[in-house]
């Protein structure tokens, strides 16, 4: 949530100098003062440990990825479990925040 808060922080801090209207605050604007911004979100999360959660890691970026947790921790994560990994990835329905109803009468 560090990130949100940050990003949050800075368009105030715009808006307060007058180099920004509340109305120009949109998604796009917000991704362009997160952290990573002008980098692509993920599509995919792994995480290892066995740990099924996010641990406050890329919400904002995170919204629409797919998660991917496993029991196996990280040294012990090989090429055999990053297939496993994207396979469970590929057959997958990227709803992208929508639900199968929303998805499939598009």
Request: hydrophobic fraction near 40%.
């Amino acid at each position: 949530h560090w990130d949100i808060v940050q990003a949050t922080k800075n368009i105030a801090i715009q808006v307060e100098q007058g180099k920004l209207q509340v109305q120009d605050i949109d998604e796009k604007l917000f991704n362009n003062h997160v952290c990573l911004a002008g980098l692509p979100t993920p599509d995919l999360f792994i995480r290892t440990g066995g740990e099924k959660r996010v641990s406050n890691f890329l919400l904002w970026q995170l919204a629409y990825a797919e998660m991917y947790f496993t029991d196996i921790s990280w040294p012990d994560f090989d090429k055999t479990e990053f297939l496993t990994a994207l396979q469970s990835f590929a057959i997958r329905q990227r709803r992208f925040g929508r639900t199968s109803e929303q998805v499939e009468k598009c």
